[in-house]
């Protein structure tokens, strides 16, 4: 149903502190989101327009979707999200409905920040575009862009959308007007990585001779989702011995059960 396929929150429990090693990615949303929400006036001043959509593109679980809800938060903004994937819909007009609803909703409770997660589920590229299902897609798209035309930059209602598939991307949806603010979620590199493990350890009983800038450095290629389950299965192996303090050989054995537990993974799919 329509309600389902939206997630609505009034101040989503994220802040920025909470976001680790994308302290410039967070500067340029704020500036793209925030800033025009609580200084429109500013922007009339000067006389230039914010930027109408930002799309945050990157590998998953590097805080794309926590960027979003934390600017919504502080910027005191009701964080509506949809996930792209949901706006594929079978019937004809079921997707476009959608995206007209989803503004909708944002007029009614703005401020408001909309987040399309995985926009590429209705943005992509058109490959063969024979089917009707890729038709209905494409409808859909256009929605999603007519919307976008119609709206006040300077207005109440900010946009976000994000991917994990910049490449597949179709160039409409990135033109002036429309997702003309790109941002680049990377990976973390190792101090991003020793400070997103500081984050998701605050709660922690960790004994003081471990060293998180060690354990980072051990994670090269690790996402921020994997570092907080590493921290969560840490403290796991802790609760298995039967101690109350979390030492660092419980975080490589973390590291090695996520690891083994991917490469698993990696087999099912080949
Ligand atoms: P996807 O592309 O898979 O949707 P995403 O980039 O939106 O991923 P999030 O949903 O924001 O990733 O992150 C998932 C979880 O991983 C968060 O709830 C958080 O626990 C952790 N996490 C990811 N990135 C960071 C980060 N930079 N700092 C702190 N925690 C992070």
Redesign the pocket.
């Known amino acids: 149903s329509r309600a389902q396929a939206m997630e609505v929150t009034e101040s989503p429990a994220v802040e920025y502190a909470?976001?680790?090693?994308?302290d410039e990615q967070i500067r340029e949303v704020r500036e793209a989101v925030e800033d025009p929400l609580e200084n429109p006036e500013q922007f009339e001043a000067v006389g230039v327009e914010p930027p109408s959509g930002v799309l945050?593109h990157?590998?998953?679980?590097?805080?794309?979707?926590?960027?979003a809800k934390a600017v919504a938060n502080e910027s005191d903004a009701t964080f509506i999200k949809m996930a792209g994937s949901e706006l594929v819909r079978k019937f004809i007009g079921e997707g476009s409905r959608l995206v007209r609803d989803l503004f909708e909703l944002a007029a009614e409770r703005e401020p408001a920040v909309i987040f399309i997660?995985?926009i590429d589920a209705v943005a992509s590229k058109r490959t063969d575009s024979k089917t009707s299902g890729d038709a209905e897609v494409q409808r859909t798209m256009m929605q999603l862009l007519s919307e976008m035309d119609g709206f006040d930059e300077r207005g109440e209602i900010r946009i976000i959308a994000?991917t994990?598939r910049f490449d597949m991307l179709d160039e409409a949806i990135l033109r002036p007007g429309r997702f003309d603010r790109l941002i680049e979620?990377p990976e973390?590199d190792t101090e991003?990585r020793a400070?997103?493990l500081e984050?998701?350890t605050q709660e922690m009983n960790v004994a003081d001779d471990v060293d998180v800038s060690e354990v980072a450095a051990d994670l090269e290629g690790y996402?921020?989702?994997d570092?907080?389950s590493i921290a969560t299965e840490a403290g796991m192996f802790a609760i298995r011995d039967d101690r109350t303090e979390v030492v660092q050989a419980d975080f490589e054995r973390a590291r090695d059960k996520l690891h083994d537990a991917e490469g698993t993974d990696e087999q099912v799919i080949n």
């Open positions: 909470d976001i680790g090693g994308i945050l990157g590998p998953p679980g590097t805080g794309k979707t926590m960027l997660d995985e994000a994990n979620v973390p991003g400070r997103i984050i998701h996402s921020g989702a570092i907080a």
